[in-house]
């Protein structure tokens, strides 16, 4: 194996280090290609596998596929380590990585033909530069990641701002070439305490632990202030969706986790590139935090050792192999013919606790022929003011539930699909109560159900199991006394009381939030009507579990969850720069005229 390294020209005329890693002989062969901002050659802590865990740098990887008679180019992303120009995060992915495929092509080591893989960032280089039909592109593996909709998920969700972006500005600008070159910014940099830093939101521009990297404070702030979903949020590199009819029709993969920030992403993608006729688009869904899809153990839950996708495809790298076998060499090894959706339906263990001291959730995967599952049925549950959920609507008369809201005093988060939130939080599955050392828990440490500010609305133990695969909606009737509030629903497993767990164990599914503005139109938002029952919709991320026999459904309402999202400061000022927080009285109404309801996805037995 051989290595040509290129500072390759982009059409503004920045150059992009690249690094293009040859197996022996003359060639020409195919080329596999990953775009990154976190160095062309350093470790990937995403590139393990079960077998081997220890995470391995991209020269490794590249060794593997080169064996195999490939190309293997990495490039650094524009302004990142040895790449020329200035990083602004996203937006000039889609340019650039047409360049490089153009570049590739009139090598003379390149058969024609581009295979694309990467995780996370990664993967939204490769969604960028798949809207461009770039030359030569043959097969995308898009890894967690390749934003449809940046508003509804990975920099905003429903309105409310994604705080992973402020601590991956902060811990990137760490990394950040100029940083590494002033010995003076690396020094402020290190001086800061990014945990501190979230007890003092609001941030402001210019005084902020990231105003020592003022490029990427720019950026932070340019997505935090702008919330209305405008064409800002419809450019080249944030929107796939809006590219999806003239997107490279070529076979694409399409893979996250239920405790991933992109689960939406992967299956809008999917369902956008199948509705569109554009090339032949795979999904796949495993139980996993981001990029680690080779452990069986997240959060505080065990999913047993079927959760790996390890256990069906080999491992990663072979999987990827085969894909890239199947597309680019056209090795008739059966890939079109598998299954165009694998779900690990989450549920189904024993409810005990593991040697690590983990609940024993389970599950297994699941084959579908298209997503949402054929036979799938959307069935309401309603919310009922006793703190009820079921298929009964609810009484005529009956009375609304308010609560206080008070942003001094967040719901913390506990949990959830994160990533990019060290060293502040971690995300997965966990007990929904708060715990001590955990960011914003304090004493006596109860279940988040114990607090004022979360209504709680749960089945009876279920009578039979009961399999719930797909997206999930909460329907809901609301008033505020303020201009503008929060609403977050999230769905819970909750297990009942054994020996292991005396008192039960809360397990979050999903969740989702809607800044109220945005409720209508989220491109010209408004102010909420003062005290009146106003509809809005929730829409939670996509889930696949088996709620178990004696298991209850729970959903969770809120008006915050912090720090995952930022806090609603229920005053009116502007996204990214209020200065005052006000206490709200929030209403849910739960009445035959004004049906609060949970929209459950309830999949069709599995035949297989």
Same mark, same amino acid.
């Given at each position: 194996?051989?290595?040509?390294?290129?500072?390759?020209?982009?059409?503004?005329?920045?150059?992009?280090? +690249?690094?293009?890693? /040859?197996?022996?002989?003359?060639?020409?062969?195919?080329?596999?290609?990953?775009?990154?901002?976190?160095?062309?050659?350093?470790?990937?802590?995403? *590139?393990? $596998?079960?077998?081997?865990?220890?995470?391995?740098?991209?020269?490794?990887?590249?060794?593997?596929?080169?064996?195999?008679?490939?190309?293997?180019?990495?490039?650094?992303?524009?302004?990142?380590?040895?790449?020329?120009? *200035?990083?602004?995060?996203?937006?000039?992915?889609?340019?650039?990585?047409?360049?490089?495929?153009?570049?590739?092509?009139?090598?003379?080591?390149?058969?024609?033909?581009?295979?694309?893989?990467? /995780?996370?960032?990664?993967?939204? $280089?490769?969604?960028?530069?798949?809207?461009?039909?770039?030359?030569?592109?043959?097969?995308?593996?898009?890894?967690?990641?390749?934003?449809?909709?940046?508003?509804?998920?990975?920099?905003?969700?429903?309105? !409310?701002?994604?705080?992973?972006?402020?601590?991956?500005?902060?811990?990137?600008?760490?990394?950040?070439?100029? $940083?590494? !070159?002033?010995?003076?910014?690396?020094?402020?940099?290190?001086?800061?305490? /990014?945990?501190?830093?979230?007890?003092?939101?609001?941030?402001?521009?210019?005084?902020?632990?990231?105003?020592?990297?003022?490029?990427?404070?720019?950026?932070?702030?340019?997505?935090?202030?702008? &919330?209305?979903?405008?064409?800002?949020?419809?450019?080249?590199?944030?929107?796939?969706?809006?590219?999806?009819?003239?997107?490279?029709?070529?076979?694409?993969?399409?893979?996250?986790?239920?405790?991933?920030?992109?689960?939406? +992403?992967?299956?809008?993608?999917?369902?956008?590139?199948?509705?569109?006729?554009?090339?032949?688009?795979?999904?796949?869904?495993?139980?996993?935090?981001?990029?680690?899809?080779?452990?069986?153990?997240?959060?505080?839950? *065990?999913?047993?050792?079927?959760?790996?996708?390890?256990?069906?495809?080999?491992?990663?790298?072979?999987?990827?192999?085969?894909?890239?076998?199947?597309?680019?060499?056209?090795?008739?090894?059966?890939?079109?013919?598998?299954?165009?959706?694998?779900?690990?339906?989450?549920?189904?263990?024993?409810?005990?606790?593991?040697?690590?001291?983990?609940?024993?959730?389970?599950?297994?995967?699941?084959?579908?022929?298209?997503?949402?599952?054929?036979?799938?049925?959307?069935?309401?549950?309603?919310?009922?003011?006793?703190?009820?959920?079921?298929?009964?609507?609810?009484?005529?008369?009956?009375?609304?539930?308010?609560?206080?809201?008070?942003?001094?005093?967040?719901?913390?988060?506990?949990?959830?699909?994160?990533?990019?939130?060290?060293?502040?939080?971690?995300?997965?599955?966990?007990?929904?109560?708060?715990?001590?050392?955990?960011?914003?828990?304090?004493?006596?440490?109860?279940?988040?159900?114990?607090?004022?500010?979360?209504?709680?609305?749960?089945?009876?133990?279920?009578?039979?199991?009961?399999?719930?695969? &797909?997206?999930?909606?909460?329907? /809901?009737?609301?008033?505020?006394?303020?201009?503008?509030?929060?609403?977050?629903?999230?769905?819970?497993?909750?297990?009942?009381?054994?020996?292991?767990?005396?008192?039960?164990?809360?397990?979050?599914?999903?969740?989702?939030?809607?800044?109220?503005?945005?409720?209508?139109?989220? !491109?010209?938002?408004?102010?909420?009507?003062?005290?009146?029952?106003?509809?809005?919709?929730?829409?939670?991320?996509? +889930?696949?579990?088996?709620?178990?026999?004696?298991?209850?459904?729970?959903?969770?309402?809120?008006?915050?969850?912090?720090?995952?999202?930022?806090?609603?400061?229920? $005053?009116?000022?502007?996204?990214? !720069?209020?200065?005052?927080?006000?206490?709200?009285?929030?209403?849910?109404?739960?009445?035959?005229?004004?049906?609060?309801?949970?929209?459950?996805?309830?999949?069709?037995?599995?035949?297989?």
């Amino acid at each position: 194996m051989r290595c040509i390294e290129a500072m390759v020209p982009c059409r503004d005329g920045v150059r992009l280090a +690249t690094d293009a890693w /040859l197996p022996d002989g003359e060639g020409p062969w195919p080329v596999i290609l990953e775009r990154t901002p976190y160095g062309k050659r350093e470790v990937s802590r995403s *590139e393990r $596998t079960a077998a081997d865990p220890k995470p391995q740098p991209r020269e490794a990887i590249a060794a593997y596929f080169v064996q195999h008679g490939y190309v293997v180019v990495y490039q650094d992303c524009r302004g990142r380590y040895g790449s020329e120009g *200035e990083f602004v995060k996203y937006l000039s992915d889609g340019e650039d990585g047409y360049d490089c495929c153009a570049w590739i092509m009139a090598q003379p080591w390149c058969n024609g033909r581009i295979g694309t893989m990467g /995780l996370s960032y990664a993967a939204h $280089t490769q969604a960028s530069l798949g809207c461009l039909d770039p030359p030569g592109l043959a097969v995308q593996i898009l890894d967690s990641g390749g934003f449809s909709d940046a508003w509804q998920g990975g920099i905003r969700r429903g309105g !409310a701002f994604e705080l992973k972006q402020a601590s991956w500005a902060f811990n990137q600008a760490l990394l950040a070439p100029e $940083t590494k !070159a002033d010995p003076v910014r690396a020094a402020a940099l290190a001086a800061e305490d /990014l945990v501190e830093w979230f007890h003092r939101f609001p941030w402001k521009r210019g005084h902020s632990p990231v105003r020592h990297a003022p490029d990427y404070e720019d950026y932070l702030f340019e997505q935090w202030e702008h &919330g209305a979903r405008d064409e800002f949020w419809q450019r080249l590199g944030i929107f796939a969706r809006g590219w999806h009819d003239r997107y490279a029709p070529v076979p694409t993969v399409h893979m996250s986790s239920w405790y991933d920030p992109y689960p939406r +992403t992967a299956t809008e993608n999917y369902c956008g590139l199948r509705d569109a006729g554009r090339g032949r688009p795979s999904l796949i869904l495993g139980p996993w935090t981001h990029g680690n899809r080779s452990q069986t153990a997240f959060g505080e839950v *065990e999913f047993g050792s079927d959760a790996t996708i390890d256990s069906w495809a080999g491992d990663w790298r072979a999987f990827r192999l085969r894909v890239f076998d199947r597309w680019l060499k056209d090795v008739r090894n059966g890939v079109e013919a598998e299954p165009p959706v694998r779900v690990f339906v989450m549920g189904g263990g024993s409810g005990r606790r593991t040697e690590k001291g983990l609940l024993d959730h389970g599950g297994r995967w699941r084959n579908g022929a298209d997503w949402p599952l054929p036979g799938t049925r959307i069935v309401p549950y309603h919310l009922h003011g006793d703190g009820g959920l079921a298929e009964a609507t609810p009484a005529a008369n009956a009375a609304p539930l308010s609560w206080d809201s008070d942003p001094r005093h967040p719901v913390p988060t506990i949990g959830g699909a994160i990533t990019s939130m060290e060293p502040v939080i971690t995300g997965g599955p966990m007990d929904q109560r708060e715990r001590e050392g955990h960011f914003g828990c304090r004493p006596p440490f109860l279940p988040l159900a114990s607090r004022a500010d979360v209504l709680v609305f749960q089945t009876p133990p279920l009578d039979h199991d009961l399999e719930v695969i &797909g997206p999930v909606t909460a329907e /809901l009737w609301i008033a505020t006394d303020a201009p503008d509030t929060d609403i977050t629903a999230k769905l819970i497993d909750v297990h009942p009381a054994s020996a292991d767990y005396p008192q039960g164990f809360a397990m979050n599914l999903c969740e989702g939030i809607l800044r109220c503005r945005y409720r209508d139109d989220p !491109a010209q938002p408004s102010w909420m009507p003062h005290r009146e029952p106003t509809a809005i919709t929730v829409e939670l991320f996509p +889930t696949a579990n088996r709620f178990l026999a004696g298991h209850r459904i729970r959903l969770d309402i809120a008006a915050s969850e912090f720090p995952h999202y930022d806090v609603n400061p229920q $005053t009116g000022e502007k996204e990214g !720069a209020a200065r005052r927080m006000r206490l709200a009285v929030n209403t849910l109404f739960c009445d035959a005229d004004h049906p609060s309801r949970l929209l459950l996805p309830l999949a069709p037995p599995d035949d297989g």
